[in-house]
């Protein structure tokens, strides 16, 4: 059983970032870096499937710099049996569809069984990574899994659609998936995980490692980021007059509104 | 961080007399148990907090005369020229770190027992002292009253001389000045009682001479409890109350309000489980909102949320905000605040346990939420400052995630070391706190004289506080749902481990009263249930409960308040002769009695049970054990005792093979685990180890300084040179230039 | 043309749908001046008056070959509509439905692709707007070399749009479609565990201003009846009236909401931190200067048990 986990290393702001690079880059100073949140249950997805195997072996994959590097170390030590980072300056500032293209060449030679990904990054938030590799490796994909059972090389999954409804469908492996929180309780590592986690195999690969060049993969781009700003300070709120029932009337309106998009 | 524009209001200055204070914070008068006699604990107590931004910090009451001598509670004196030099230490930091310094100068009548003078005090009246025991005053003639005001005006001359900026004729707590203006001490039929002039004559014509004598250097401060909360037979604030503060207004530059007197100080110092946050307003701020004064008022009501504060100032309340307990918690919430990070404000819980140590009558003072109050001096503890460990590069494990544990794990991440995990079995983080924030309520409806039952809900901070810092710490991690076994341990990979696993009630009635188990005490049977399982709702529980309580804290009564707030006929049975004993000193006793009683709880003290029975409970009284009871009863809870649970503790030390194999340097035990104690004391407890988890032997405590009397002649050198545990609070010649905050 | 992809499930023309057309309409001159609505359903053609908004020219119904969303054959219709229709911008919700297959479009053809797009304007091309760093900063974002861009679009970001026209067109197109690569095999409501609020789609919250601990069990009420969760600020939890596990707050659960309604919070800053990104805040409180309207989109003076009284009226 073999699963391999695309993560990402995300990156949490201070409150008084500063913009640099013509307003096209936050100031690396005033950020903080974690593994996704979103990873750590798409890895203890994987490193259940792997221990209910009995034999197996789970990778996680990252696009990213050395701030990346201990995400992907927090992933060996929590489980993981390897881990590889492709990086190349030319992918700074890369949009999902880039990072998409390097992710899909560094995984199609490990042949898995399973891709994980999570439904989303904590920062750039775009829900697209995980089905744009798909499309790349041409996999059968499901988005925003909630729960998953695999039997004989077929998953029972979970969909957690809005309003609390869940569908739930059946895919044959080798597939994709994008995995949502809170479907499992991810495990964490010991001290000695940690201390161990650094004479686990860890790769750095390089573009041309994966078969790629910088103008390819800015071929494969989606998006080209114009500038950043901090959002306009709200003029504070739309006051509702009157009664108390013309105040209900107008929050129903609002709230079903906003509900049933 | 930049400050919030909407707390500006709280960092503008105000003049007080010839005074100015830099901003709306300010520390009034309040007990540190360190007086005169510890100049060092004073010191560096008070200017703590000026350092964390507070424009203002007091002295405790500050005895004038040796006749106002409270031993054995500890006061600050004004007596000589040993108590200049001692109280100037003060004065001089104070003024390091740009705040004002306060004296309260107090005579106290009949309430203060002259343990250690053996002076006998005067009073308008000679009535004995209803907070004291058969203390009587002598009766004061018009020479006394001379002799007494010479008293006042002699001290504000020796308080000038040490410094002080803002001195105060203290007329709150029922003290002498109050004693003549309340018809229910003063029985007077000369010009000094009867009509309100009269009775307010005493303390004016101080006003006068105080001021004449320093009032072009000083700040004329008065503490007033404007309602005496008796009713007409005293003092209350629609009448005499606002009266008085319009005939003296013009002789003070600040008026400082208060509510209630010394014997129910608790109306005051309102403890969090029947006073809100700025409790007393309905009585301290109708002196500004009446207009029946037209200078700076200062008022207190534990404060704590910043929001509350900007309210207070900007509704008219007050103009200063005062605070006793809040700084305690938070010496540096005014920074904080001017930061821009109120988040870190270590709000004060309302447990009065600073309170309760300086009522028994001992030095140092603590506090639930600040480890480091008390400490600054004599062990050299900075709440916000942490040197870095020597031993930064050992992991460190904590197993339980309580009050000690949090602690632990805190100041351990502060004091960076590389990798700590907090590892706490159950899936929330608080350990005790989280059930024990769930009592206190009865059904909180009825007005219990001022007050209502709120609960504890707000020691839950003790966990919030923690939680939030916790988080902030890249080199700390938290694993919550992980019931570690001493395996685990062993295995973990950390080099040191520290246990701090708490504790449980026993359930065979093991108490304090007789050694031995109960017969027939058993809370695994279903009917009979320990505190916790009380409030877990594990069990049912019938109709008539016998509560047995042998701890003499909260627990016992607040059970039983909580199964009367339920309806249910509840018996409490103690062998002492208060069922609330240390909540006395907490100020929390005379609530819950009042509360106890509102719900039809049977009282029942020195009284033990021989034995529990389905259905029956035989008692029996401990002055007379063949005076026995039988209470017929459903359920029995057993509030006896505590025990530690420090098996996982036991069993890692007890294989020192193993713990070398896996390289693990050293094993200790914290809080409940070590031994069963109040929360503050685990606190302490954590904090301590943390602070010195690079000391040669962590487990044994470091010396701290003592201040005492050296034979022949000594220096502050003796006291300092000796190792205290941390550097992180320095004396007055070793700080840089003033680092002065808004 | 602009193109947009209609939203379907269980028989409904999905919301999202119609604040896509206002976005498509906003945007239709500039870009050519088409906007067309591909809707892809087992009954595509029957949901022509539902799109029966002024400016839009025609419905293309795809007739699936499954009974609910397949994303694989959503991804092929929308793929086979791209190529023939020749969009220059396609514009989608960004849904649950729509992360199962945008993307994937978008990479296949090599469009030009954002999501979760909060604002588009047009110079040459489109040019969105979306979040960044959790939020925290706004990004404009364009889409150079690309002729054709495809877009996820924030449900809330656009008013709906007004089916008060004339129907449109209907025109059959056909897509030749692969056997389903997933199965389904049912709709469940999901099942409830222990709360989990930051899960919530719709918190109804309530701080101090309920007053009474017996007065929760009316707001309980309230909050099954608005299809809610029902969440709490720190007073509660601090009185015991309530678990930590429905506060909101910096020492509770930071919450993202759709709709965040609040009944009697004044807003300590410690409870804004933990809800101030939620998409829609109303709060209803006694006092106008309560620091929680700084925050919210709509707020109302007034005293909440009315409110909320009122409130039960207009939901079921």
């Known amino acids: ?261 | 961080m930049a400050r919030d524009p909407k707390y500006d209001v709280l960092f503008e200055p105000i003049q007080i007399g010839p005074k100015t204070l830099k901003n709306r914070f300010y520390q009034v008068p309040h007990c540190i148990g360190a007086g005169s006699e510890k100049p060092g604990m004073q010191a560096y107590h008070r200017a703590m907090k000026a350092e964390g931004g507070w424009g203002a910090c007091c002295t405790e009451y500050c005895s004038i005369h040796p006749e106002s001598d409270d031993t054995s509670r500890v006061s600050a004196r004004i007596w000589d020229d040993g108590d200049i030099r001692n109280l100037a230490a003060m004065t001089e930091r104070l003024h390091h770190y740009g705040a004002l310094a306060g004296i309260e100068l107090w005579y106290g009548g009949p309430h203060a027992p002259c343990m250690e003078s053996r002076a006998t005090p005067r009073g308008p009246s000679q009535i004995p002292s209803d907070f004291e025991i058969n203390i009587h005053p002598r009766y004061a003639d018009k020479d006394d009253i001379l002799e007494l005001q010479q008293m006042y005006v002699d001290a504000a001359i020796r308080a000038r001389d040490a410094g002080f900026d803002i001195v105060y004729v203290y007329g709150a707590h029922a003290y002498l000045p109050f004693q003549f203006l309340s018809p229910y001490y003063n029985k007077r039929t000369d010009e000094y009682g009867g009509s309100f002039e009269n009775r307010a004559r005493f303390w004016r014509e101080t006003l006068i001479k105080v001021r004449e004598a320093v009032g072009d250097d000083c700040a004329i401060a008065s503490r007033f409890a404007v309602d005496h909360l008796f009713g007409p037979i005293s003092i209350e604030v629609g009448e005499d109350g606002a009266r008085f503060v319009e005939y003296c207004d013009d002789l003070v530059d600040l008026w400082d309000f208060t509510v209630g007197d010394i014997a129910e100080w608790g109306q005051n110092a309102g403890p969090s489980r029947f006073f809100e946050e700025n409790h007393e307003k309905p009585y301290t701020g109708q002196l500004k909102a009446g207009n029946h004064t037209n200078k700076p008022v200062v008022g207190v009501g534990r404060v704590t949320n910043p929001d509350t504060m900007v309210a207070i100032i900007t509704s008219g309340q007050f103009d200063i905000i005062g605070a006793a307990r809040p700084s305690i918690s938070d010496p540096f919430l005014p920074r904080k605040i001017e930061e821009g990070r109120p988040e870190d404000i270590r709000e004060c819980i309302g447990c009065n346990q600073c309170i309760s140590r300086w009522e028994i009558g001992g030095p140092p003072m603590v506090c639930t939420q600040n480890a480091t109050a008390g400490e600054e001096y004599r062990r050299g503890w900075h709440p916000e400052k942490f040197s870095r460990a020597a031993n930064a590069d050992k992991g460190v494990l904590v197993v339980g995630a309580g009050p000690a544990g949090m602690e632990c794990a805190m100041i351990l991440g502060k004091r960076e070391m590389s990798a700590v995990h907090l590892v706490e079995a159950d899936k929330e983080i608080g350990g005790c706190v989280n059930w024990i924030s769930q009592l206190g309520h009865s059904d909180g409806k009825e007005n219990l004289f001022r007050g209502t039952a709120r609960g504890l809900g707000e020691w839950a901070r003790i966990r919030n506080y923690r939680q939030i810092q916790l988080d902030k710490l890249r080199n700390v991690e938290v694993h919550l749902g992980s019931r570690l076994s001493a395996d685990d341990i062993f295995e973990y990979g950390a080099e040191i481990v520290v246990i701090a696993t708490g504790c449980r009630f026993a359930t065979d009635g093991l108490n304090p009263a007789t050694h031995e188990p109960i017969p027939g005490a058993d809370t695994t049977l279903d009917w009979q249930l320990t505190p916790d399982q009380v409030v877990s709702g594990e069990k049912p529980i019938g109709d008539r409960v016998l509560v047995l309580e042998n701890e003499g804290y909260f627990m016992g009564a607040s059970i039983a308040q909580k199964l009367a707030g339920q309806g249910k006929q509840v018996h409490l049975v103690t062998q002492a002769g208060d069922i609330v004993g240390y909540m006395e000193y907490t100020l929390e006793a005379p609530m819950l009695h009042r509360d106890l009683h509102r719900l039809g709880v049977d009282i029942h003290t020195h009284t033990m049970l021989e034995k529990v029975e389905p259905g029956a409970c035989h008692a029996y009284n401990i002055w007379d054990t063949g005076h026995k009871d039988v209470f017929e009863v459903d359920s029995v809870v057993l509030c006896t005792q505590r025990i530690s649970d420090d098996q996982l503790y036991r069993d890692l030390k007890a294989d020192k093979a193993r713990l070398e194999q896996e390289g693990i340097d050293a094993v200790y035990v914290i809080g409940d685990a070590s031994a069963p104690r109040m929360i503050v004391d685990s606190v302490f407890d954590g904090h301590r180890l943390a602070r010195e988890i690079d000391s040669p032997n962590p487990a044994m405590p470091l010396p701290f300084i003592r201040e005492r009397r050296l034979w022949g002649e000594s220096t502050n050198d003796d006291f300092e040179g000796q190792l205290r545990s941390a550097p992180d609070v320095l004396p007055l010649s070793q700080l840089g230039p003033a680092e002065v905050p808004a | 043309m602009i193109l947009v992809i209609a939203e379907t499930r269980r028989g409904e023309l999905r919301p999202v749908t119609l604040e896509l057309v206002t976005a498509a309409l906003g945007l239709k001159e500039a870009a050519g001046g088409r906007v067309a609505v591909a809707v892809i359903d087992a009954d595509a053609s029957s949901f022509a008056g539902a799109l029966a908004v002024a400016g839009v020219d025609e419905v293309l119904a795809v007739s699936a070959s499954t009974p609910h969303f397949e994303a694989h054959h959503t991804q092929r219709a929308v793929e086979a509509l791209i190529e023939a229709e020749q969009p220059a911008l396609v514009l989608l919700g960004h849904t649950i439905d729509s992360m199962g297959f945008g993307s994937a479009v978008a990479a296949r053809l090599g469009l030009g692709f954002a999501s979760d797009v909060t604002a588009v304007s047009w110079d040459g091309g489109p040019i969105a707007t979306r979040g960044a760093y959790g939020g925290k900063l706004v990004a404009e974002l364009d889409f150079p070399g690309h002729e054709r861009t495809l877009l996820t679009v924030r449900a809330g970001a656009f008013d709906p749009a007004d089916a008060a026209g004339a129907e449109p067109a209907v025109r059959l197109f056909d897509v030749a479609f692969d056997p389903p690569l997933t199965e389904h095999i049912e709709f469940r409501e999901a099942a409830t565990g222990d709360v989990d609020i930051t899960k919530a789609d719709f918190l109804l919250s309530i701080g101090r201003g309920i007053e009474d601990k017996d007065n929760i069990a009316q707001f309980e009420e309230l909050a099954e009846r608005l299809g809610a969760t029902l969440s709490v600020s720190r007073p509660l939890v601090d009185a015991g009236w309530m678990s930590n596990a429905r506060q909101v707050g910096q020492s509770g659960k930071t919450v993202q909401p759709k709709v965040y309604l609040a009944l009697g919070i004044s807003g300590a800053v410690q409870h804004l931190a933990g809800m101030q990104k939620a998409d829609t805040i109303i709060a209803v409180n006694t006092d106008p200067d309560a620091p929680i309207f700084g925050v919210a989109h709509y707020g109302a003076v007034a005293d909440l048990f009315d409110v909320a009284e009122a409130l039960e009226q207009h939901f079921a």
């Open chain 1, 1 to 261: 059983m073999k699963v391999v986990v695309a993560v990402k290393a995300v990156a949490a702001l201070d409150d008084e970032a500063e913009l640099v690079d013509g307003d096209t880059a936050v100031d690396p100073d005033g950020l903080e870096w974690d593994l996704n949140e979103w990873d750590a249950f798409s890895l203890e997805e994987a490193l259940m499937l792997r221990d209910a195997a009995g034999d197996g072996e789970v990778v996680a994959l990252t696009v990213g710099d050395e701030e990346a590097q201990d995400s992907l170390l927090a992933c060996l030590a929590k489980g993981a049996d390897r881990a590889v980072r492709i990086w190349d300056d030319a992918l700074e500032g890369a949009d999902p569809l880039a990072v998409a293209r390097v992710l899909a060449a560094a995984i199609e030679p490990e042949a898995p069984d399973l891709v994980l990904c999570g439904v989303q990054s904590s920062d750039a938030v775009n829900g697209a990574t995980g089905v744009a590799v798909a499309a790349h490796l041409g996999l059968p994909h499901v988005a925003v899994v909630k729960r998953l059972e695999l039997e004989a090389g077929v998953a029972t999954v979970e969909r957690e659609l809005e309003g609390g409804l869940v569908e739930v469908l059946r895919i044959r492996l080798p597939a994709l998936m994008t995995i949502q929180t809170g479907i499992n309780e991810p495990r964490y590592a010991t001290l000695r995980a940690i201390k161990q986690a650094r004479d686990k195999p860890l790769s750095e690969l390089g573009l041309d490692d994966v078969g790629l060049d910088a103008a390819r993969v800015g071929a494969a781009a989606g998006a080209r980021l114009r500038r950043l700003r901090h959002p306009e300070k709200g003029e504070g709120a739309e006051m509702l007059d009157g009664s108390p029932e013309d105040v209900a009337a107008r929050i129903a309106d609002i709230v079903k509104e906003r509900m049933s998009a």
